[in-house]
């Protein structure tokens, strides 16, 4: 599915350079449900960036799919986030001046896709998510747990092959992380690669795998999560 | 390029933010009244000052005779200059004139003698102006009845009078003055037209008699007090040459310095004209410079809107691009914005600049004639804020085209 090896990021802090990503190397499979550890600093909001070609690296190489991903125009980029990458963000990032439906058939309008017929297709995923009477409802009536699921509804609505979900529970209440853990559980067994990043061991622990990044270098990436010992065998799909 | 789509995004974007909307709105329509509005007043002023020449001939000159003041082939200083009919006949030679006339000033009053004049019963002072034929095509006189002096009434020394409306309304009331005879001072006098003038009533309480006549019956020997011309479309510098080659004449024939100031008065229309023309002209640039200000002041600060506006929808902006748009749909819907919000509001200042101007031209003022403007200033008006509105969004609109998402999406 994607692949890095020897990633190098630097920032420019005034005449300093901070070396945020070190030799990064990792694969993930098709299908995979993996998680991104680190603490705060350790460059996974940078990996995150990089891995949904929001930022660009320094030196190596990364690969999504058959694709190199290096010196992409915007628009094309802008074209393989589309079609390619689900976000689902901390903070659910939801347009506070549109309706779930809208929220949701967004990735569509950017796909040239008709009002009625994108309209249509957002109603069938928010069912998907449990939310279809809330469809004509704006985020600010509703619950943090109810929004993410808008959001991943608006994530999973361009059918992407990669869900990257950057803290997906940090805003919500162990209940509702509980619940939205089962439902990225539940698109990972449709067989979409789902990258999880967070600090939280508790959700890294639902996923197959996990990779830490310490200082911006990656260690440890091979440790498969101990209360899954079921997941790691189970055979990729590919959608 | 069409896409309804796309327009429904700028609505949405627009109704949620009515007080900014309203605010940008505001900016730009009034910027646009303003220069409308100084615009159409420039035009108006403009009207007001050809309407205000058009009562006399606009290339009219006059040369009134008067006393020297420079002493001049052993003459002192303070002499009368007094013309005679021959000057009149020199000058008539002069090349480049139009139509000329003279004045003969009755009993020597050079502000226009008072005569009383009667007729049956009715007995009234009335202005008396001994002229040539020409002096009709010297000033905004019309007729309304009957004809003004002919050279034959100036040949033949004919009793001949034409009569402004008021004396007319004065003296015979309802009936038909025309053949009638009225008495000037001592001597009769058959009318044989009336005028009126665009000046009103006090214009039309003249009475014109030819000069022949006016110097036979009131003892005014070949005495000439004015020298009235029209120069045809001669500018200014070809109109002072005119003048001064009469001038000449006349210096030559009465003995008194032509540089002499006080000698001769000319007054002259055609250079006030320009002068007034001149600064109407830098009025009227004046104003333009002033609503352009404004209007530029309007842009910018619908440019500064975007640009919090931008700031404001960073997180929006970051949603969208991590969602898939390009940097040229963000482009497209700030920009979009920006030149509806501009074109609208730039619009309604249009049209209500129009209609303040619309209402100025209804009052009755005579400096202000039909202030307006015209359809190619319309069309080159919005045009330009079309423009400025596509100027006015796309700064911000690269700006935001910049955004990166994920510093956008982790800004709380």
Redesign the interface.
Do not use: M
């Given at each position: 599915m994607l692949r890095l090896s020897k990633v190098n990021k630097y920032y420019q802090v005034g005449t300093h350079s901070l070396h945020v990503l070190r030799d990064v190397d990792f694969e993930v499979s098709d299908g995979e449900f993996v998680a991104i550890m680190g603490a705060s600093g350790s460059g996974k909001?940078t990996l995150?960036?990089i891995l949904?070609i929001?930022?660009d690296y320094d030196s190596g190489e990364y690969c999504l799919g058959e694709t190199k991903i290096s010196n992409l125009s915007?628009?094309k980029a802008?074209?393989y986030?589309?079609?390619f990458i689900g976000?689902v963000?901390q903070?659910f990032?939801?347009?506070p001046?549109?309706t779930a439906l809208e929220n949701v058939a967004?990735?569509l309008?950017?796909?040239g896709i008709?009002?009625r017929k994108r309209n249509q297709i957002a109603a069938q995923y928010l069912d998907r998510v449990g939310l279809r009477d809330w469809a004509d409802h704006l985020p600010s009536e509703m619950s943090g747990g109810q929004k993410q699921r808008v959001a991943i509804a608006?994530a999973l609505i361009?059918k992407p092959r990669l869900i990257l979900a950057d803290e997906p529970t940090g805003a919500l209440d162990s209940e509702t992380s509980k619940q939205i853990m089962d439902l990225l559980s539940e698109i990972h067994q449709t067989g979409i690669t789902v990258l999880v990043v967070t600090h939280d061991p508790e959700v890294a622990a639902r996923t197959q795998r996990t990779i830490r990044l310490r200082d911006g270098k990656v260690v440890g990436a091979h440790e498969a999560s101990a209360s899954h010992p079921g997941m790691a065998a189970m055979p990729a799909a590919v959608p | 390029m069409f896409s309804?789509?796309r327009w429904?995004?700028v609505f949405?974007?627009i109704r949620?933010n009515k007080l900014r909307t309203a605010l940008t709105a505001i900016s730009v329509a009034w910027g646009i009244f303003v220069l409308v509005f100084l615009l159409g007043l420039g035009r108006g002023l403009d009207n007001g000052l050809r309407a205000n020449f058009a009562r006399d001939a606009t290339n009219g000159v006059w040369i009134n005779a008067n006393k020297t003041s420079v002493a001049h082939g052993g003459y002192d200083v303070g002499r009368r200059i007094t013309f005679e009919n021959v000057d009149y006949e020199r000058a008539k030679k002069v090349e480049g004139i139009e139509y000329i006339s003279a004045q003969h000033f009755v009993g020597g009053n050079r502000w226009g003698a008072s005569m009383m004049t009667k007729y049956g019963a009715k007995a009234n002072t009335f202005e008396l102006a001994a002229v040539y034929a020409d002096s009709l095509r010297l000033q905004a006189h019309e007729m309304t009845q009957g004809r003004f002096l002919s050279p034959a009434d100036i040949a033949q020394t004919r009793k001949s009078a034409v009569i402004g409306q008021t004396v007319a309304k004065f003296l015979f009331e309802q009936a038909s003055p025309i053949g009638e005879w009225i008495t000037i001072g001592s001597t009769a006098f058959q009318v044989v037209g009336v005028f009126t003038d665009p000046g009103g009533a006090e214009e039309e309480r003249r009475i014109y008699i030819p000069v022949s006549t006016a110097q036979l019956a009131f003892n005014g020997g070949e005495k000439l007090g004015q020298i009235q011309m029209t120069v045809g479309q001669a500018g200014p510098a070809e109109t002072q040459a005119i003048i001064d080659v009469i001038v000449g004449q006349l210096a030559e024939r009465h003995n008194f310095d032509p540089t002499d100031p006080q000698a001769v008065r000319v007054h002259n229309n055609i250079e006030q004209f320009e002068r007034f023309k001149k600064l109407f002209w830098m009025i009227s640039t004046f104003v333009i410079v002033i609503g352009l200000g404004t209007l530029a002041a309007g842009v910018v600060g619908v440019s500064n809107i975007m640009m919090i506006a931008v700031k404001e929808r960073t997180?929006?902006i970051?949603?969208?691009?991590?969602?898939?748009?390009?940097?040229?749909?963000i482009v497209f819907m700030i920009t979009q914005e920006a030149v509806f919000l501009t074109g609208v509001a730039g619009l309604l200042g249009l049209s209500a600049g129009v209609a303040v101007l619309g209402l100025l031209g209804k009052l009755d003022n005579d400096f202000i004639v039909n202030p307006n403007i015209d359809l190619s200033m319309g069309v080159g008006a919005a045009v330009f804020l079309v423009l400025a509105g596509a100027l006015a969004g796309y700064f911000p609109a690269r700006a935001a085209?910049r955004v990166?998402?994920?510093h956008a999406?982790?800004d709380?």
């Open positions: 909001s995150l960036n949904g929001l930022d915007e628009s802008a074209s986030r589309n079609r976000f963000f903070s990032n939801l347009l001046f549109k967004l990735p309008y950017y796909q008709t009002r608006r361009a | 309804l789509d429904l995004e949405d974007t949620r997180k929006e970051g949603v969208r691009k991590a969602l898939g748009a390009t940097p040229w749909s085209a990166n998402p994920i999406l982790r709380q």
